[in-house]
């Protein structure tokens, strides 16, 4: 029973759950086995006009509330880790900054097509020397005439298998530090951009990790993004949007570790009865249960936070760090509920288990969003 959905986000969530089961499930093993980047899903997902699910319908998107999103992003990530990602970092990622913070030309050439599904986006901010620490980033942005000269490394580039678009931060002024940072929109066909490696992963092994190579790549001033040196404020702001699309993929692959425990210690017999007969088999489930509608919760309450209009920071980041450290304790559950059978790739619970373990750490590792939690709590008290 869920008592804090509307009608139409009832409605919303069952569509999603009869498109899912049909069309992104029965592939999702296939494209983690195969590690290749589900192109046909992002199209069936612009088909459900999925790709832009917050940015307004002028703009090209389906104009839902945040809400909506975290249900969309459940409900994906429920059946593929990599197919909510991939859709998570064009909507949160990508489009939401546009939004936010794009010209009028720039939302007409670039947004539209995103939300519509028509173009495919990355946010390309780490780099080898600057993970956790974004302001330490090398990359350089030299103007020159009516263009910008990019030059420098992005690393783990989620969708830079195949983005048309990348979003990404580099310095105009390197003794500036964060101040000197700006966001540019980068067009992959712009003369000198490359996609260099992409990367073998744990888990979500689809999601087209790539590095982005810069090489005086020509980027013209009119796609500098908001105005310049306020790119890392850019950064953060979108990846508080960000941080509850993780949470609410976090809480999909939770949902999906309990939907297999019950359907496999049920099946299961041992010592002459079904598995879920034994306690500690029931234990096990009623944690995960427990923990899974907590996280939904806390991802619910960070999304309406964010339709607020004001600063959510700290919802965001409490939503993200239970979500995913649950998600990780549940299919650490789960495999032990299918004892070897959790260990072998005949069964999804083992993908669920390796794609859980990235939520803990991109948009923000787990020590981050501490961070951000205790410095809020320290400034503000507990909300
Ligand atoms: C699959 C995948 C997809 C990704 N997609 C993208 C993407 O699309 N775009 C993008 O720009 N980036 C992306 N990333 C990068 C991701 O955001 C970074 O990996 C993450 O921010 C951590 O940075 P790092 O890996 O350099 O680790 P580091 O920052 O080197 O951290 C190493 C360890 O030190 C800890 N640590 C660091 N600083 C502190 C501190 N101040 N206090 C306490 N502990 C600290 C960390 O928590 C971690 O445990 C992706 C990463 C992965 C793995």
Redesign the pocket.
Known sequence: MNLLLSEEQKLLQQTLRTFVDKEIRPHAAEIDRERRFPVENVRRCADMSLMGIMVPQEHGGSGMDALSYTIVIEELSRACATTGVIVS?NNSLVCAPLLAYGSKEQKEKYLKPLAAGEMLG?????EPNA???AAALRTRAEKKGRDYLLSGN?V???NGTAADVALVFASTDLSKKHKGISAFIVESGFPGFRRGREER?LG?TA?G?REIVLDRCQVPAANLLGAEGEGLKIALSTLDGGRVGIAAQAVGIAQAVLDEGIRYSQQRVQFGKPISEFQAIQWMLADIATETEAARLLTYRAARAEESQQRYSYEASVAKLFASETAMRAATKGVQILGGYGYVSDYPMERYFRDAK?TE?????S??QR?VIAEHVLKDGAS
């Open positions: 970092v990355c946010f390309a901010l780490t993970g956790s620490d992005k783990f580039v989620t992963k979500i999601s990790s990235v750490i991109y948009e923000g590792t020590e981050i961070l």
